[in-house]
């Protein structure tokens, strides 16, 4: 056994914890939860943060339960949110279980033989629970006044609060109930906006079967400029990689700051205390060699999607960093090439006015229609003074005889200068 309170504390990863966690848990294998409401699709990197509370839990020797929130999802948790949430189909929730369950299978072992993880949804226990039998249940061991008191209720109290979200604290806390009966569950765990939840939930217990039950949750991860960790302009950074492309996925990480990247290297890592603390020493010495996030880019896009996807984003990195993007340009597939240029200008030609590609000046001014020059004199100044690249290789203007092998068939990189590019595409 592992002490998991401990390894939460030297990776940044505990806010609060109830009195008697820690020994509750050194005295044996227990069974902890987290909730996941199938709100989307996807889990995103936010969700990962704290699903590996449960992957750090079972590596700790418990056992860790997954809840996919089939029918909280239908309700929807006003914590950490200042408007009512929309409500999604059945359809689309019993979809996107499914979706969310597929990925946690890929962090948690289901198969181990001393503690396996356990998947449950508590669609199957509310279905059939009727709404007197509920208030019966369960509406009556909170008082409204315990329930007014938890933030996630009072920073809602001006602009306005439905009983239907107000009441998800109630559903979370039967959520903890059924698990603490039938499981045998003694620990939730959560983000630091799920105090109140939790709570409420032990306190639930409490008054309805008198077991002990504990909570431990760690802080929310936000940027430097106390903004949403994992929001770009384009949305959040999610783990499917038809919402979010592993190359996306992989550059993220790799451009995250040096502050930030201390911290996500020990919320999602998986290397011991003295690997971390090696490769933080080695990224102080050289921070311009940006050890620390060049090794989260690499684990998590491997956790995440897979060693072949890895290898296919930092192939499409060497394009515009690497040492022999030419090399690298030859392994691309068509979809991540489109990605590394997504935003680039691009210009369409037709494929007979290749045959001009031997005249260069021509083909990069008159035959793109000005887009990259203005003019064939523009042209050749830049040619000559070596500012032009095509496919990533320098222009030598003596050299040049047209000949030139396309990207995918159709694809041409022109390069002016360091960081002037456009796509020039062949129909």
């Given at each position: 056994m592992k002490n998991f309170i401990e390894e939460l504390k030297w990776r940044g990863m505990l806010t609060d914890v109830m009195p008697g966690t820690e020994e509750h848990l050194l005295k044996g294998p227990a069974v902890g939860y987290v909730g996941f409401d199938p709100t989307a699709p996807s889990l995103h990197i936010g969700s990962l943060a704290t699903l590996m509370f449960l992957v750090h839990f079972q590596r700790s020797g418990h056992i860790p339960v997954a809840l996919v929130g089939g029918a909280t999802g239908m309700i929807g948790d006003p914590s950490g949110k200042s408007v009512e949430r929309k409500f999604l189909t059945e359809e689309q929730l019993r979809f996107n279980e499914e979706e969310v369950l597929k990925q946690l299978k890929k962090f948690l072992d289901f198969d181990a033989k001393e503690n396996p993880a356990i998947a449950v949804n508590n669609y199957d226990w509310f279905k059939g629970v009727g709404y007197i039998e509920f208030l019966r249940e369960a509406g009556k061991l909170i008082t409204v006044n315990y329930m007014m008191a938890k933030d996630s209720v009072k920073t809602r109290m001006e602009t306005g609060i439905s009983y239907t979200e107000f009441s998800y604290q109630l559903m979370q806390g039967y959520d903890f109930h059924v698990l603490n009966q039938k499981r045998n569950c003694t620990v939730q765990m959560g983000g630091s906006d799920q105090w109140g939840n939790i709570v409420t939930g032990s306190e639930f217990i409490r008054r309805k079967s008198g077991n002990d039950v504990y909570g431990v949750v760690g802080p929310l991860l936000t940027k430097s400029d106390g903004s949403k960790f994992g929001k770009t302009e384009e949305g959040n950074i999610w783990l499917d990689p038809e919402m979010t492309s592993p190359y996306k996925f992989y550059q993220f990480f790799l451009n995250v700051s040096d502050d930030e990247s201390k911290t996500l290297i020990r919320r999602y890592s998986l290397m011991n205390r003295e690997e971390i603390?090696?490769?933080?020493?080695?990224?102080?010495?050289?921070?311009?060699?940006?050890?620390?996030?060049?090794?989260?880019?690499?684990?998590?896009?491997?956790?995440?999607?897979?060693?072949?996807?890895?290898?296919?984003?930092?192939?499409?990195?060497?394009?515009?960093?690497?040492?022999?993007?030419?090399?690298?340009?030859?392994?691309?597939?068509?979809?991540?090439?489109?990605?590394?240029?997504?935003?680039?200008?691009?210009?369409?030609?037709?494929?007979?006015?290749?045959?001009?590609?031997?005249?260069?000046?021509?083909?990069?001014?008159?035959?793109?229609?000005?887009?990259?020059?203005?003019?064939?004199?523009?042209?050749k100044r830049m040619i000559k003074a070596g500012g032009v690249s095509i496919n990533r290789e320098k222009v030598n203007a003596a050299e040049w005889n047209g000949n030139c092998e396309l990207i995918q068939d159709k694809y041409l990189i022109v390069q002016k200068g360091k960081k002037n590019y456009h796509l020039v595409e062949v129909s």
């Open positions: 603390l090696e490769l933080e020493k080695e990224h102080d010495q050289n921070p311009q060699n940006r050890a620390i996030q060049k090794s989260l880019a690499e684990e998590l896009t491997e956790r995440v999607h897979s060693k072949k996807d890895l290898e296919s984003s930092i192939s499409a990195s060497q394009i515009l960093f690497g040492k022999d993007p030419k090399a690298a340009l030859k392994k691309i597939d068509e979809k991540t090439f489109l990605e590394v240029f997504d935003g680039v200008p691009k210009v369409s030609i037709s494929r007979s006015s290749l045959e001009i590609l031997q005249d260069l000046p021509e083909f990069l001014s008159e035959t793109t229609q000005g887009e990259i020059f203005s003019s064939k004199g523009e042209a």
